[in-house]
T-cell receptor
Framework: AQKVTQAQTEISVVEKEDVTLDCVYE???????LFWYKQPPSGELVFLIRRNSFDEQNEISGRYSWNFQKSTSSFNFTITASQVVDSAVYFC???????????WGAGTKLIIKP | NAGVTQTPKFQVLKTGQSMTLQCAQD?????MYWYRQDPGMGLRLIYYSASEGTTDKGEVPNGYNVSRLNKREFSLRLESAAPSQTSVYFC?????????FGPGTRLTVL
């Protein structure tokens, strides 16, 4: 059965610290997609990144980076030099190949203190 | 290009009342979705529409109905609202993989 686990319910760090959000997934499909979404206090859901199961290259976008490791079924998200504006709930999600449904983790609430 | 829009933004209902949540997208996406988000939880899929003319149940369809009016619009109806349906409702669309979300409707059922 498919499942996404975000074991960190809440993380609090001081501004400029680096922080990593963990995501572990389970699936039997060989073709699947992983996502990260950001939900700031205003409530909207913002798409951050998609990773395909056949592409294990890590990705960097500014202060954000993602580490996809099939061997450990993990898709972790690191924010470097965190800023107060990064405070949000971050969700990891999984989509199996032909399935329309996204399977969501419970989310990690990230608090960046000034 | 507004993306995905939802109306209303907020709604308070009494138990037993009915209402329809509206969703529209201008990205020419084939697939559309309705989710609910309860406090401290991820999103749960209520219904989805893979393409115009089709709808399918998601994880939590009981108490809801949907209509895919055309390619742009996908509505969610609560026929007889219950307090357990108090939640934030999100509409999304996709083509074909990543989903893009509307701003949400905060619904309270008293």
């Amino acid at each position: 059965a498919q499942k996404v686990t975000q074991a960190q319910t809440e993380i609090s760090v001081v501004e400029k610290e680096d922080v990593t959000l963990d995501c572990v997934y389970e699936t039997r499909d060989t073709t699947y997609y992983l996502f990260w979404y950001k939900q700031p206090p205003s409530g909207e859901l913002v798409f951050l990144i998609r990773r395909n199961s056949f592409d294990e290259q890590n990705e960097i976008s500014g202060r954000y980076s993602w580490n996809f490791q099939k061997s450990t079924s993990s898709f972790n998200f690191t924010i470097t030099a965190s800023q107060v504006v990064d405070s949000a709930v971050y969700f990891c999600a999984l989509k199996e190949g032909s399935n329309y449904q996204l399977i969501w983790g419970a989310g990690t609430k990230l608090i960046i203190k000034p | 290009n507004a993306g995905v829009t939802q109306t209303p933004k907020f709604q308070v209902l009494k138990t037993g009342q009915s209402m329809t949540l509206q969703c529209a997208q201008d990205m020419n996406h084939n697939s559309m979705y309705w989710y609910r988000q309860d406090p401290g939880m991820g999103l749960r899929l209520i219904y989805y529409s893979a393409s115009e003319g089709t709808t399918d149940k998601g994880e939590v369809p009981n108490g809801y109905n949907v209509s895919r009016l055309n390619k742009r619009e996908f509505s969610l109806r609560l026929e007889s609202a219950a307090p357990s349906q108090t939640s934030v409702y999100f509409c999304a669309s996709s083509e074909p993989i990543e989903q893009f979300f509307g701003p949400g409707t905060r619904l309270t059922v008293l």
